[in-house]
C-alpha cells in the first residue's frame, strides 16, 4: 500500500476531498519525522509508538579491502504496536 492508497482509501471512507487528506497525511509523517530526530517519541494509543532506538558501537570489516572499521553509536527510528494492535489474515 503507498501514500496515495492511504490517501484514496481516507478520502473515500471519510467523504474528505483528496489535496486536503494529502495534507493531513504528510503534515503527520513530517511532525513524526521531525520529533524523532529530536529524539522524542510518539505514542498513538491503540496503534502504536514510533520509538527511537540507540544502536551501540560496532565494529565492522569491509571485506574488498580487508579492512574493519568503527560504525559509531547512532539512533534509529522504529515501530512498535499495541498490545491491541492484530493483524486480519484474509482466507
Same mark, same amino acid.
Given at each position: 500500500?503507498?501514500?496515495a492508497d492511504i490517501?484514496?482509501?481516507i478520502s473515500k471512507n471519510t467523504g474528505l476531498a483528496k489535496d486536503d487528506v494529502l495534507q493531513t497525511v504528510e503534515a503527520f509523517m513530517e511532525?513524526?519525522?521531525s520529533n524523532l530526530s529530536?529524539?522524542? /517519541?510518539?505514542?498513538l494509543r491503540g496503534?502504536?509508538?514510533? +520509538?527511537?532506538?540507540?544502536?551501540?558501537? @560496532? =565494529?565492522?570489516?569491509? *571485506?574488498?579491502? /580487508?579492512t574493519t572499521i568503527i560504525i559509531p553509536e547512532h539512533n +534509529?527510528?522504529?515501530?512498535?504496536?499495541? @498490545? =491491541?494492535?492484530?493483524? *486480519?489474515e484474509k482466507k
Open positions: 500500500m503507498t501514500k490517501v484514496n482509501e511532525a513524526v519525522k529530536k529524539g522524542e /517519541n510518539i505514542y496503534f502504536g509508538s514510533f +520509538i527511537v532506538k540507540k544502536r551501540a558501537q @560496532k =565494529t565492522a570489516r569491509n *571485506i574488498s579491502k /580487508n +534509529i527510528p522504529a515501530f512498535k504496536p499495541a @498490545k =491491541t494492535f492484530t493483524i *486480519i
